[in-house]
Structure formats: C-alpha cells, structure tokens
C-alpha cells in the first residue's frame, strides 16, 4: 500500500491555451456544464517580456479546475500556443458517473457538436465518452466499471511486473475485462 501523505492531495487545476476564449467557455460551461469560476486579465513580465493575457477557470466536482490562456498579442499567442497535431492518445480524461456522461453525451447531440469527433470506447475496466473541444483537445468522460476497486487492485499488484514484460518485448494484452 502506498503511503499517500507526501503525495500531492488532488489536482487544482490543469492548463491550455485557447485561441477564442468565448468559445471555450461556451463548450465547457454551455454544453458540458463547468462552471466558469474564475477569470483574471493579467499582465506580468514573463520570459523577458510583459505579457497581457486572459485566464479562465472551469470548475469539477472535487474543486480542481481546467483552465484556459489566450494572449492578447498574437506574436505570444503564437509562441506560447504552437500548432499540435491531433492525438487521441494527447486527453484529459474526467471521471463522471453514467447519468452525467449520458447528460453530456445528450448536450453534445442537441447542440450539433463534432458528431465525427464524438465515439463511445468500452475499454472493459472503464465505459468512455470521447470529444474534442474548440481548441482541438480530446477530453474523455469516463464511467468506471461497478467492478472498478477489483480491477484496479489486480493492475496495482502486477503494475511493475507488467511494465518490465511489456520493455523487455513481450506485448500480450493483460486486458481481459473486455
């Protein structure tokens, strides 16, 4: 069992750029349903020069937040906010219970969002709702399994075992809960 008292105590907030601040807050307050909790327009010297920006706070459950920049320059716009490829494997991924992904699922049908960018994925430990956002990043709603505190106990037990199999080039799957 790992002791969790020197570990950080929860996520306060994870950040983005965006590129449009209004349409970020209306996809995540007006169709996901964060509420906006925070907006600072700020100005600070900041890597040699002073940079005026906008940022925003969108409020989870458990008091953590995801949270936006946009510059007002767009020469640091474009510094701090580079062009990524797409990735499905680059996502933030949110816990939520089966109504609320539901509700969202529901709220991005109603207000016409992305439909080829939205997919369900059963991964067998985990039932996830997949979307991307205005600014091209995919978020995951994901549904645990009923059975979730017994999966993640067997990952827990074999977590190094498994890693040093799968570099050392055996790549068996140890999903069998699909």
């Not at 459950?61 to 995801?66: F, I, M, N, P, T």
């Not at 936006?68 to 510094?79: H, S």
């Not at 529901?106 to 969002?113: K, M, N």
């Amino acid at each position: 069992m790992t002791d969790t008292s020197a570990l950080p105590q929860r996520l306060h907030h994870t950040a983005y750029c965006t590129k449009d601040q209004e349409a970020t807050r209306a996809f995540y307050e007006g169709i996901i349903g964060l509420p906006l909790l925070a907006t600072w327009s700020e100005q600070d010297e900041l890597f040699g020069a002073v940079r005026t920006y906008c940022h925003t706070f969108f409020g989870l459950g458990d008091g953590s937040a995801l949270a936006f920049f946009q510059f007002a320059d767009p020469e640091d716009q474009a510094l701090f906010d580079p062009e990524l490829l797409p990735s499905p494997f680059r996502h933030i991924a949110l816990k939520v219970t089966a109504d609320v992904q539901a509700d969202i699922e529901s709220r991005l049908t109603d207000a016409g969002w992305l439909p080829e960018q939205t997919f369900v994925l059963e991964h067998g430990y985990c039932r996830s709702l997949y979307t991307t956002d205005p600014n091209g990043m995919v978020l995951e709603f994901t549904v645990d399994h009923p059975s979730a505190d017994e999966i993640n106990a067997d990952r827990l037990a074999d977590a190094h075992q498994v890693l040093e199999r799968w570099l050392g080039g055996d790549h068996t799957s140890n999903n069998n809960y699909r």
